[in-house]
């Protein structure tokens, strides 16, 4: 004998959140979701998994929040190291292969053209 628990769930469609959660059921994926009480009973075990765990632990949520900006931070440098790179090893390897003697001299001089501004920097991941 299975053992299975039935119950009803109404919608009241003129209510936005009804209607909301009514239109979810009716256009979720049938590959991912197998049946209306697979979904209902996934969303209802995150939603009280989630509640409980903030009611347990008050800074939950920030520090999910504190995580993503860290996970931001970390891919905007990711990115600005991948963009740098292919002329810093460039640089390595033409010192690499040419003798130090015969290497050309290369004289720095402070012009502001290498100069790099806040405004030069992307600092999307700060908005969040």
Not at 62 to 74: G, H, L, Y
Request: net charge negative.
């Amino acid at each position: 004998m299975s053992n299975i628990k039935c119950t009803t769930l109404r919608f009241n469609i003129d209510k936005p959140l009804d209607r909301q959660a009514w239109e979810y059921l009716h256009s979720m994926d049938k590959d991912e979701f197998k049946s209306y009480s697979h979904a209902v009973a996934m969303a209802v075990t995150e939603y009280f998994k989630r509640y409980y765990r903030r009611k347990d632990d008050p800074y939950f949520e920030t520090r999910e929040r504190e995580e993503r900006f860290v996970e931001q931070i970390v891919n905007a440098v990711e990115n600005g190291v991948e963009k740098a790179l292919p002329s810093f090893l460039a640089a390595c390897f033409t010192k690499m292969v040419m003798p130090y003697s015969a290497a050309p001299t290369i004289n720095i001089t402070n012009n502001n053209d290498n100069d790099v501004s806040a405004d030069d920097i992307d600092m999307d991941f700060v908005g969040g």
